[in-house]
């Protein structure tokens, strides 16, 4: 079992930054990979960005190349998700996810879910 938390949300100005973590528990978290996803009002949940087990693979969506940057930090059972550049259609609410296993960048592949965090980008 692995529980997660999401913080690092809030309000931020077009341009601007945030980062998101992820505090996982559990013993199976180094043995996870994690993704990070994002859910606007009315649209369906997509991928964000996603990193293996080892951290030694990444995997960004079009939309997230070259502006935010996914991590980890096995010892400390935590995940981040470094925003910059932020739009205004970045705007959702972002979840983390941790699947056992490969990394992966579709929704259905992951078996845990944190709440979510609110990311609001004015212009």
């Known amino acids: 079992q692995v529980q997660l938390v999401e913080s690092g949300g809030g309000l931020v100005q077009a341009g601007g930054s945030l980062r998101l973590s992820c505090a996982a528990s559990g013993r199976t978290f180094s043995n996870s990979a994690m993704g990070w996803f994002r859910q606007a009002p009315g649209k369906e949940r997509e991928f964000v960005a996603a990193i293996s087990w080892s951290g030694g693979t990444t995997y960004y969506a079009g939309s997230a190349k070259g502006r935010f940057t996914i991590s980890r930090d096995n010892a400390g059972n935590t995940a981040h998700l470094q925003m910059t550049s932020l739009k205004p259609e970045d705007t959702a609410v972002y979840y983390c996810?941790?699947?056992?296993?490969?990394?992966?960048?579709?929704?259905?592949?992951?078996?845990?879910w944190g709440q979510g965090t609110q990311v609001t980008v004015s212009s």
């Open positions: 996810a941790a699947r056992l296993g490969h990394i992966t960048l579709w929704t259905y592949e992951y078996d845990y």
